[in-house]
């Protein structure tokens, strides 16, 4: 596929193509309509061998492949398909189980709507507040999949087919056996079959992604072996399925390809802005962290911008596209007041404001001063002030804790909330180890090659509208393709990113590896190709990389085990059969989603931290992991309408690394009883007068609280 001077040939090949015989015409006449659907793309075809068809070919491979590979990951590391009911929801730990116990509710309701009432009005997770999930949580996949799900085993049942298969499953002496459902009539098995389709389309879309960015299959090529060479850096959705991230970030690279067709091409289009829009919403609606991604993007776009690789009416067609996004998303999460308050909606605003008063004052008084260093700084002052001033008109702090987070990496501040981040290992700074995993499978060597290139002929270009020579015109190798510098641009603040939090190699190392197609580029490697054919080079690259990739892959083949967590089901059939439907828990955030999943018990904690009275109750709860008085700990959860508080030795004693044991974080917050010992320590020894034990095994003790003093 190439595009540009390409297109004029192509169109008469399909034309062409449409009239040989009788015997084709319909065939012919389908694929002229698809040459021309292709053309709008930015693809043309050059011969009428159909390398369209091939591409998609090899793209749907690619896909197939990781679907089985992710598939077949999971399997091996849980054995889903062999598990209870209760197990598998038992591997949904922590936010994972929060997100699919609201799926499950939808799907267990008498009918679609009145699920969707439920969640909407739900009086289980944050007790003894009604809130809507849906506006809280983003939590449109379940809700998706819930009428999915309903509408598959729906019509299997008006057809008579069978949606699943059950059996005995013995677990050993001991242990009593459990019924096992298997077959997407299955809740569990349904819902993570999805995800694991989706995730197998991602690399589709990757093929396609490196193809059209390098201008080769070749490129394609290489950004899915890049992938799969570097898989543990770059995904976890065959461990966790459920995250936000395993819905969301899909659609984030469709956006970003969308984003490239529209900094390539000369001529936009209203139809590629509407695409971006919808894409923009798909990214947002499902994880509440895609407004800071698409912050990012902004700031890329707004500095290629800045230095001339696109001019100011592009930008405006792309800052209304995620404006007109924004307010969808803003719609359709119920006026969910932290997208309005956010960076990214500042900087749209304030990037607008650029656009629309810049040649007007900032070109003013400004000396010796260059015009893009203005703006630049006038983006990133307006952005701040602008988003603190929305924070106090609308009185919001939910994500005051991202900025504390930042500032905490940076300036070593400390307090509860940045403790429970930090000192958490995929908020903690990127390991040591993971450049050099990165330079064991050759993906970062050959993404600094392509830096180093695209930066020199940025930085030629730039210096060239500067002094007002006409540099780029005069050279062989015309260089002014924004879409290249956006890509390098968004690279750095995602590296950025990943050595502040290591969790945000989420997008680093997929980023590397559609970079790395660019290795097959004419526009910056031509010179190479007259000594040597693209395909030779990239066999050689692929052949190196090769040796470390394929021993990563096998690696993550060779890891089998088997769910099984004894003393979790214990407590969870406990509850279930000895405590009042309408109890109230307390105690883990991980525990909390389990307890509401699998009993639905009503909880007063949950993993999702993102909320500032969230936090502010989740504090009080952790309260009996403090040094504090036993009393005042049990007046502060009898507040809170407690009657049960699940306590582990394990958040008393663990201690991921100094300073980060429950009690140490507590000694920030409570410098006063520093010097005590931990109450958690004391109520396992014995939990009198304030608390009662009424459960014990070796991980789990449920405390009730007693109401007399």
């Not at 949904?92 to 909407?120: D, H």
């Not at 939910?398 to 509860?416: C, Q, R, V």
């Not at 993971?434 to 330079?439: A, H, I, N």
């Not at 009080?620 to 582990?648: F, H, M, Q, T, W």
Request: include cysteine; hydrophobic fraction near 45%.
């Amino acid at each position: 596929m190439k595009r540009g001077g390409a297109r004029k040939g192509a169109a008469g090949d399909c034309h062409r193509q449409s009239g040989r015989d009788r015997l084709t015409l319909d065939f012919r006449a389908w694929q002229g309509w698809l040459c021309a659907a292709v053309k709008e793309t930015g693809f043309s075809i050059t011969r009428a061998d159909n390398k369209i068809w091939l591409t998609l070919l090899m793209a749907a491979v690619s896909g197939i492949l990781h679907w089985y590979h992710i598939t077949t990951l999971f399997e091996n590391n849980s054995r889903f398909s062999h598990l209870s009911t209760l197990e598998r929801e038992m591997v949904f730990r922590t936010e994972m189980g929060l997100y699919y116990s609201y799926f499950k509710t939808i799907v267990e309701a008498p009918s679609f709507s009145k699920g969707l009432w439920m969640i909407m009005n739900d009086k289980i997770t944050e007790y003894p507040l009604v809130i809507n999930t849906l506006k809280r949580f983003n939590l449109y996949p379940e809700v998706v999949l819930a009428f999915w799900y309903r509408m598959y085993t729906g019509m299997m049942n008006v057809i008579d087919i069978s949606t699943k298969s059950c059996w005995i499953v013995n677990r050993g002496e001991g242990v009593s056996p459990v019924e096992s459902c298997e077959g997407l009539g299955d809740p569990a098995s349904f819902y993570v079959a999805i995800i694991f389709l989706l995730n197998g389309l991602l690399v589709s879309v990757f093929f396609i992604y490196g193809t059209y960015l390098s201008g080769s299959r070749f490129g394609g090529l290489l950004t899915v072996a890049c992938y799969f060479f570097n898989h543990g850096e770059s995904t976890r959705v065959m461990w966790t399925p459920p995250l936000r991230e395993s819905f969301s970030y899909p659609f984030f690279v469709v956006q970003m390809l969308l984003l490239t067709y529209i900094l390539r091409t000369p001529k936009l289009t209203r139809r590629s802005l509407i695409a971006l829009s919808v894409v923009n919403v798909l990214f947002m609606l499902p994880w509440q962290f895609a407004q800071f991604v698409l912050l990012t993007q902004m700031a890329s776009v707004f500095g290629i911008y800045i230095f001339g690789f696109i001019d100011s009416s592009k930008l405006q067609m792309i800052l209304y596209a995620h404006m007109a996004s924004l307010g969808v998303c803003f719609i359709l999460m119920f006026g969910n007041a932290m997208l309005l308050t956010s960076f990214y909606a500042a900087s749209l605003v304030v990037s607008w404001g650029i656009l629309e008063l810049g040649p007007k004052y900032l070109k003013k008084g400004r000396k010796d001063i260059p015009l893009w260093a203005v703006k630049g700084f006038a983006w990133v002052f307006g952005t701040i002030v602008l988003k603190w001033l929305m924070c106090q008109i609308l009185g919001i702090a939910d994500d005051a804790h991202i900025s504390n987070l930042l500032k905490a990496k940076l300036t070593g501040y400390k307090d509860f909330d940045t403790s429970m981040y930090t000192c958490a290992v995929e908020f903690d700074f990127m390991e040591k180890e993971t450049p050099v995993r990165y330079m064991k499978t050759l993906l970062l060597p050959v993404v600094l090659v392509i830096f180093l290139v695209i930066s020199q002929k940025t930085y030629q270009h730039v210096l060239a509208n500067i002094y007002n020579e006409e540099y780029t015109e005069r050279q062989e190798d015309h260089f002014i393709r924004g879409e290249l510098v956006y890509h390098m641009l968004q690279l750095v603040i995602f590296a950025v990113l990943a050595i502040l939090i290591m969790r945000l190699k989420l997008f680093l190392t997929p980023h590397m590896c559609i970079m790395a197609s660019l290795v097959c580029s004419k526009q910056l490697f031509g010179w190479v190709f007259s000594k040597i054919q693209p395909g030779t080079l990239v066999v050689a690259i692929l052949a190196m990389m090769a040796f470390e990739g394929m021993a990563n892959v096998q690696k993550e083949w060779s890891i089998v085990g088997e769910f099984s967590n004894l003393p979790q089901e214990e407590l969870l059939t406990w509850i279930k059969t000895n405590t009042k439907e309408d109890a109230v828990f307390a105690g883990a955030m991980p525990t909390m989603a389990s307890v509401k999943l699998s009993t639905l018990r009503r909880i007063v904690n949950h993993p999702h931290y993102e909320d500032a009275g969230l936090r502010a109750r989740t504090k009080i709860v952790y309260s009996v992991y403090s040094r504090k008085p036993a009393k005042e700990v049990k007046r502060d959860l009898l507040k809170l309408g407690i009657n049960y508080y699940i306590l582990e030795d394990s958040w008393c004693l663990r201690r991921t690394k100094p300073g980060c044991s429950m009690p140490e974080i507590w000694d920030i917050e409570d410098p006063i009883n520093a010097g005590n010992v931990p109450l958690c320590k004391l109520l396992s020894q014995d939990s009198r007068p304030f608390f009662r034990t009424v459960f014990n095994n070796n991980i789990f003790k449920v405390l009730e609280v007693s109401r007399e003093w």
